[in-house]
């Protein structure tokens, strides 16, 4: 019965649709809005799931497309595309960014730096655990490509992470 | 857990290089208190990783969808006659009373009109004017013929231009 391999298969990769959305559009109740109705099309779209042979790079696609969809509808609604793509300085040093509790949001705010293929490979193998063929496979990539983005993601990080750090050392021997 | 080779496993981790494994090694060493300062700067990237996997849907959300799906499943009270076992039943004798009821009604009405007409109005008077009707309808029937004739020839020319017909 279809309700049955829906609620069976289905719906438990909600949450990592969820998360996917998330990463991308930065905001908790879009990325709500995203799942539903990516999972209401799917639901839609039941009398196709005999041609489909990866249901969840399926949803993952959708997912992204809708997500940029979005993304970009709010871009052009905001006009204000650093403060989506971009970590605009807030003015804190260094000491007082590192320090802050807001650790996981900074960590955000840096992903947020990176292009969007570069992230998303990096979502999905740091978060979602993923191997690097069902990256190719949910993200229509070749293995080198997940390799490549994945470094330069990781390096990427690593650099502002570094920096960050060196600015904090600095500070902390000013201080002394 | 050994973690001395940690700073090799964050080395492969940045080179894109570390396997499933190695990387949930990290995790668990950067899930730590107690770290090394040059090691430490690292922390906040493990640890946003952990927390973004703790990032989970609301708990009605499941819920809610699938009420909306059955919403939109459950079929509206027309469809749902459509949908009744008797509804085929019902179609045929409904059908059937139709049509008995058009072919009473259409019998009758031939029959009446047919009654009320004077047929003896439409009689030929003369020989003469019986040939004239007569010829007329000949006339009629050689137009028609002719009309169908070419266009059948038309349209074998036009299958010969198509090469069908040699």
Known sequence: ??????????????QKLFRFAFRIVGDQAEAQDITQEILIKVWNKRNDWDYIDNMEAWCIKMTRNLSIDKLRSKHRRTQDVD???HLKDSGASP????????????IRKLMQQLPQVQAQVMHLRDIEEMSYKEIMAQLDLTMPQVKTNLFRARTKI??????????????????? | MDYDNIPILLDKYFEGASSLAEEAQLKAFFAQDDISEDLA?????FQWQAKEQEVQLPAAFEANLLSTIEQQQSPGIFKRLLLHPMSRAAAVVFLAVGMWWAYQTDSTTVVADSNTINWAAYEPKTPEEALSITREAMIMISK????????????VVKVRQLGRID
């Open chain 1, 1 to 14: 019965m279809n309700l049955q391999y829906y609620k069976e298969h289905i719906l438990p990769i909600s």
């Open chain 1, 158 to 176: 690593k650099h502002l992470l570094n920096k960050e750090g060196n600015g904090l050392r600095q500070h902390s021997n000013i201080a002394r």
């Open chain 2, 144 to 155: 028609e013929l002719n009309k169908g004739t070419s266009r059948v020839a038309k349209e």
């Open chain 2, 41 to 45: 700067i690292y922390r906040p990237l």
């Open chain 1, 95 to 106: 000491l007082e960014s590192v320090q802050s509790n807001d650790t996981i949001a900074h």
């Open chain 1, 83 to 85: 403060e989506i793509f």
